[in-house]
């Protein structure tokens, strides 16, 4: 961009727990002659403001993809314009691909923040057709590009506290099985303990705020859970999923923690959550799943999406048991001081609920039968 | 009944896979003096006019529940009104309880088929409380009921080719984790065989027809694929649900053939199903599945919105290959002659699809941004 | 009740508009010697917090009826219940029939708000198995019952400051023509004005403020705009609709200041609102007015959808000129400081929106077609 | 096209009701040396196959619109593709603006028939950046353009058998009343007759087949209400509404018969439909007309959807009696034989529905409210 734009740059690169030595990323934009370098920790927000808001929706794409790429998006976004906000910036620029997801995730988020910006987006902008001519590049201007495991160019990968994906290369075959040296974050279930893991996590309206009755800050419960969700081989995915440009993509996702509270806060919402706003959870969740994925985070119509199921999680608080085991991530028990399941009201056994007589379930049905015997007796 | 309402008794017993020797329902009846005895063996219909049709939306109750109990009910309902109507019988009875959900499916199946069918519900009209004073009036008569494992009075169960069900005794107590033994139907995790299980299985039209090649009955594909999920522990799930009536429920359910069927399914719809429709889909799969647990299989609203998932299943044609391994069915590969995933289509090299200029998506972007940037602009 | 029950009786009858002399109602309660009579004006409290709310959403019920009568009844209910609470009173009661639709919007009213009450329905318990029953109970006590203006007994009546409804005797009949002399809130468009009115609204986040730039209190400004559209013959709806108990109903609405709130609430949305959470409200609405049709105002799921709807309003801020002229509402003019309409961007003439390239929408059009040109390419 | 591409011209004017001289486009296409000109007169297609399926689905886009130009499009489209193939044609062309609807709607039915078409689209790929650029080209090229009844450059028209539209000019401020000489298409209000006229309107299967018991053709069907309703000054709409590419747009539209039988649809649905289908349709309609509106009518969801709402019409036949009056299209009565209204069952007098058992309802209400109740005694 130096040379194509002559102005000066500022980078910025944000540690969302990617896992790599961040700093390599300001010594090497120092190497490069860039005076304003910006390199930042934002783990405690993206989980606290982006994951767990995500969570309380159950949020699955296309039944199964937990977003973790998208996620985390508009907060690099969102951060990235304040900075050019703060240090006077024309422009500003990402490195996504052209038929991908990221540049929508990207620069809508920009947009919606920053009406006026100006985005400079080089992949689609000058020659890089593909990662071959990506590599050509970075080869002749000595810029060093991270290989795979075996020294080969790498997959496309995205990596921070909540995913690692991996995708392009033979993974673009969705016949062909992917190897096992591709999964990069977790554990095997073949190679994960014989041993089952137990632990309790704790919720306060919808979040996750204790492991095994320790109060833990956001992140550092996600990180927690990774560890103990990747040491037991949960959370892996390959999938074929639809992409915003009309594209479809096979991706393979790794999201340890993410799966175990999400299989943990349906089990608390199963006890402390009216069933009414549960369906409606339930029925508004894919929308919403879509927003994100296509970029949307910062679109009125996602925020209004989540100050509804906000509203929903003012009981969700508790306590789920879960059992981790070689892929398996399953509740065993789950309690509440707002459980709405009372051993009393559905016992088989005669119950003290004086009030619940059986002949109300005659009328029950006799009422939600009455249109079918009507429609049934008037136009057959 | 014959105490009751001094008439004659047809019975009616349905062989939907629940494995106990049907013809000792023939034998009570008979010893009962009952001299019109119908028993069954409705499987083959079971599966390909309930299960298949159910799983061609994916359905899952509440984020979890493959349905096993509400899909068999109204086949049954439907059975013993056309035998009603063949016997010329005034009345029909059940023996479901007066605070779950299946009082419903039953009932407002046989109203809506038959509406001037008159419905005798013992449990309702009787004086039976609980599941107690039932064992006390089966002892006062001396009809036989079977106990559990451990010689004591039985969960409620219901078995069928899809799945066994758990529920009532300790399982009222949602905070207790439910002891081994109760799991009937499968292997657990933890006992099954250290070596994965791989199979293909074959799609037409959203519809399961093969097993590694091999053309089977739908009775018969589910039947091979519960031997094989049993074995490898797959299809377990421990939930609390939320009943029509308005309580919440904890039940155990094992779905083994029908777990790695939903997993399959969605793996076939996700390289040839349109992404429109497979997003429509999904928004309306909790209504359809809320519809079906609470009773309205033969309701209108349930067909017309099975119309419009059958609509979307003409391509959804091809071959799943899946690994089954200790508790864990997932998706190793997918193939379809239909398939709208192509390598030339998204690869990161260059690619064939002369159409897809790298400029198209700037457009795509910026008219997406342009309301967000006018609402920032104007009302910020 | 004094004589089935023999306990002392507290009445509660509340203005809402209703238009009758309601101090009648203390003065038969006195005479049948109850001594505590609460008769209470509820009309700003009824239009603020119930009309208004529900006015934000555009409601209708099967498109086209503005649930006058219930949005009333949680109203009534709520503080009926209030009064229980203060008087401690063991019970409540109402006067609505068995087979429709307010006897569900008071008890679930009733049952949310205070759980363990005790609610006595007159009409299902005793032997009131009809209209005419009860006219002649009404005549054995010496009870006056108002009669229709042609002297006969009248049809099923409920009015309040948003609606008058009439039901029963002849309007059974859905392919009859109702009377005139039926209508009894609205001037017919053939006798209204043969000069239109013209008038302006003003919205402050949603809500209705000012008539022709005149602050006004809730009340007051559906109070005029019930003249005004009176007047002029707005409002009429002859409608036949589905009752929650499963039975239509064909019932004669007139609703004439509403039918003008609502028109000119869609009008000052048209130009303030994004458009995605317009839509959004759209697709949420048939829900949500069939939660109050149904009776679930003080449900949570009725919460959760106001929530949303709540949060789309921030910036429905603005003037709407309306025309009222025999029976015609209608909109011709709107604007707002908030607009998100302008002329320079829509403009067919040379724009100063320099950011509109025409290229950019041969991109949105391209990336949109692509499913479907893939789609038709490799499955047809 | 010609002085610019140097090749062969095909011309495609489809006569759908634009009440122009249609032949004109053959002579001034002749004039300019095209050989092959097509002229067509696809009214009945158009009313059968694009606007009856559009109205069984009772569809307003944005509470209001009814899709008169969005419905025409993908015929056109569709007429054009098939032209193209019968004379081999390389392209095809429109012409529509570039910040407008119809662009998308013209193209996403090129590419969903014929996904390797080319399209050319002169507004944008050639410099002309405004209608006035337009005119002066015109004018140089010595192309006669229509001018408005003043002699003026015209308002953004657009008219066929179902509406006309305007829109551009003053229209762009939508905070200024339309003047009444641009409705073009229906008298006003003011000026329609004194006496209302009554009619009749027959439907079968959810399409109208008939006026005043006379069968028509669907062409001759909305001819003759379009004839009635403009008389009547039925069906003025002036609206803002949201456009695909991201603005907003007032038009004003005049929909005079499509107005009637919108109306007249959902009466005859009124008595006919069951209530869960109506409710479906009505949660599903906004995504429907915003498919239309988008250009998605060739898309397989918009299909998927028309299978549903298909399904729905089955047993939607029947009379329904309007009054036109003045601006007013309203019902006054309607019958069917299969309707599942009958005075019998909701009557307030003592019915012959010996099944409708006064305490029914309350068992109905009772576990309707549980679990509200359980929430207030657990929750609160």
Redesign the interface.
């Known amino acids: 961009m130096q040379d194509t734009y002559q102005c000066e740059i500022v980078t910025f690169t944000a540690n969302i727990g990617q896992g790599k030595d961040i700093e390599l990323a300001r010594e090497k934009a120092e190497l490069m002659g860039v005076k304003e370098v910006y390199v930042e920790n934002l783990c405690e927000e993206f989980v606290r403001d982006f994951v767990f808001p995500m969570l309380r929706a ?1 949020t699955l794409y ?3 993809y937990m977003l973790g790429t998208p996620i985390a998006r508009p907060l690099i976004a969102k951060r990235q314009i304040e900075i050019a906000n703060e240090t006077g910036a024309d422009a500003v620029a990402h490195g996504a ?3 991908g997801n990221d ?2 995730r990207f ?2 988020s920009y ?6 910006i100006k985005i400079i ?1 080089p ?3 000058w020659n890089l ?5 990506l590599m050509n590049y970075a080869e002749k201007y000595h810029i060093t590009v991270q290989t795979d495991k075996r020294g080969a160019t790498p997959f ?1 990968l995205d990596a921070n506290m909540l995913h690692v994906s991996s995708e ?1 290369k033979v993974l ?7 190897a096992d040296y591709i999964w990069s974050n977790t554990t095997s ?2 190679d994960a303990p ?1 041993k ?1 893991t137990i632990l309790d996590i704790g919720f306060e309206n919808g979040d996750p705020v204790s492991i095994d009755s320790k109060r833990l800050s956001p992140a550092s419960i996600l990180l927690k859970l990774n560890e103990l969700g990747s040491a037991n081989g949960i959370g ?1 995915l ?6 915003f ?6 991706g393979l996702y790794e999201t340890p923690g993410g799966t175990i509270l999400h299989v943990a806060h ?2 608390i919402e ?3 959550l ?7 959870k ?2 508004l969740m ?2 919403y799943a ?1 927003l994100i994925y296509n ?2 985070w ?4 996602r ?3 989540q ?2 199921i ?3 999680q003012y ?1 969700v608080t508790g306590t789920v ?1 879960m059992k981790l ?4 991530a ?6 509440s001081a ?6 009393n ?6 119950s003290n609920l004086i ?25 057959s």
């Open positions: 159950n296309e039944g199964n691909t052209s038929k540049q929508l620069e809508l947009y919606a923040l920053k009406p006026d987006a992949w689609r902008e057709r593909s990662r071959t001519s496309s392009g673009e075959y969705p016949e062909i099985q992917a279930p073949e014989d089952p892996r390959d999938l074929v999923e639809n992409r440009v009309g594209l479809k993509n096979r349906r089990a199963s006890i402390t009216d069933r009414e706003m549960g369906h409606l339930d029925e894919p929308r879509k970029g949307f910062f679109a009125p119509e925020e209004m999406l100050s509804a906000d509203f929903s009981a048991t085991y070689k892929g398996n399953v509740v065993i028990a789950r309690k707002n459980s709405l399941f009372s051993a009201w559905v016992t088989f056994e005669e009030d619940y007589n059986d002949k109300d379930a005659t009328g029950f049905i006799k009422l939600n039968a009455l249109r079918l015997r009507l429609k049934k007796m008037l136009q």
